[in-house]
């Protein structure tokens, strides 16, 4: 074992027998960690016979986090906490409970993101019971989110994911997933490299996604969990340094899989188990002057680097950036596509993640601008349609692949 700390090793024949292991990576969430933790022992109980184990895995938190997860009352289920070894991210706390879970075989890993106010009991069995079923593998969330709420996810993450592997996946970054044992054991065996990178941060659920579309013998399947609540960001403020860590692990698994993507041409519904909750996600404020701001200041700072790297069919768009503050759809597909086809080229990756920052946050924007009087079901049809213009314009790629 890599990421889980030796003293905890030998405490693991305590668990044998765990059918399930709930994995819940925090930093400084002593605040919402014990509801989670609470939450997962009453579905463990209810849904797999109590035979669980809860596992914090823990960045180094500075508020008592580890301490209220341990305080936490999961009556009869067991709980272990800790300080991972690896590179500080999401990805490295992620990978100490898969490795738990593969050490005590666990039919089933669920993980839970430690800022939840919405999960429910009723949320392991949407996450776990398809997998112990031996209908799936891998299970992705499927929420009701506001509109404004996971911006990377709809503009890049679901519809390039969906348009290049020709399954429609709406949350391939949801943060709560469940993961059958061949999945585990598939993660496991990659190269010790990969935690090295940006999977071991924020890399980590786009990484799981992908490799489970490409190398899973099942296909995924989607979880209808309800409304997501948790400590929502505003994207022109928070989002920079996740925005880079899931778009560069994002185009590095564009090339490692381009023998399987390049041959689909069609994007299939991915079946989502479970009715679907009626619920009205919490508002969410974005400040889009803020983003307008961001988006001019960052093109204007970047465009000598432009001029630099980036190809002539794109390079006037982006300069015209700056003069509005804003990306609209066809232009973001277009340069999506460029910049992850220059992403081949080793030493220009970071580079190309620093010019995609504020043309993201210009992108935001436009969507803002465009959706302000629209509710959450309106604004999603349009973040579909740019799914479908992801695909529509993917021949072009392939041909400049």
């Known amino acids: ?3 889980v700390p030796e003293e905890i090793q ?8 765990t059918k399930i292991v709930v994995g819940i990576p925090s930093y400084n969430n002593a605040e919402t960690i014990a509801y989670v933790a609470e939450v997962a022992a009453r579905g463990i109980e209810e849904y797999f016979g109590g035979k669980g184990l809860i596992v914090n895995s823990d960045g180094g938190s500075t508020d008592g986090t580890i301490d209220a997860f341990l305080k936490a009352d999961t009556g009869n289920i067991g709980k272990l906490a800790f300080q991972y070894i690896g590179l500080p991210g999401k990805g490295s706390a992620m990978r100490s409970v898969m490795e738990i879970a593969a050490e005590l075989r666990a039919s089933v890993t669920i993980f839970l993101d430690s800022d939840l106010r919405s999960v429910q009991p009723w949320w392991l069995e949407r996450l776990g019971m398809p997998i112990i079923e031996g209908k799936t593998s891998y299970i992705t969330p499927y929420y009701i989110r506001h509109k404004y709420d996971g911006t990377i996810t709809n503009n890049i993450c679901y519809p390039l994911t969906s348009a290049l592997y020709g399954l429609e996946i709406r949350q391939p970054i949801g943060g709560d997933f469940g993961v059958g044992l061949e999945m585990i054991d598939i993660y496991m065996n990659k190269p010790n490299e990969i935690w090295k990178t940006d999977v071991a941060k924020f890399g980590i659920d786009i990484w799981m996604t992908t490799t489970a579309i490409n190398e899973s013998k099942f296909k995924p399947m989607q979880a209808a969990l309800g409304a997501k609540i948790h400590d929502v960001k505003d994207p022109g403020k928070h989002l920079g340094p996740m925005f880079s860590q899931v778009v560069g692990t994002l185009f ?8 399987n993507w390049t041959k689909v041409s069609k994007i ?3 079946e989502i188990y479970g009715d679907i909750p009626d619920v009205t996600p919490e508002p969410l404020e974005v400040d889009l002057n803020n983003l307008i701001t961001k988006t001019k200041s960052g093109i204007e700072e970047n465009l000598a680097l432009a001029e630099k790297i980036m190809p002539s069919s794109v390079l006037k768009t982006y300069k015209d950036i700056s003069n509005t503050g804003k990306l609209n759809e066809e232009d973001w597909v277009s340069l999506i596509y460029e910049l992850a086809s220059l992403y081949r080229k080793r030493e220009l990756r970071e580079s190309i993640i620093k010019l995609l920052i ?3 946050f210009g992108r935001v924007a436009d969507f803002v601008e465009k959706t302000l009087d629209l509710s959450t079901v309106e604004a999603e049809e349009k973040i579909k349609e740019m799914m479908n213009l992801f695909l529509k314009r993917k021949g072009e790629f392939v041909r400049k692949w």
Request: proline share 8%; charged share 30%.
């Open 268 to 270: 299939e519904e991915t």
């Open 10 to 17: 030998p405490r693991l024949s305590e668990f044998k027998g």
């Open 1 to 3: 074992m890599y990421a």
């Open 252 to 259: 590095s698994l564009v090339e490692q899989y381009n023998e």
């Open 358 to 360: 504020p043309a993201y």
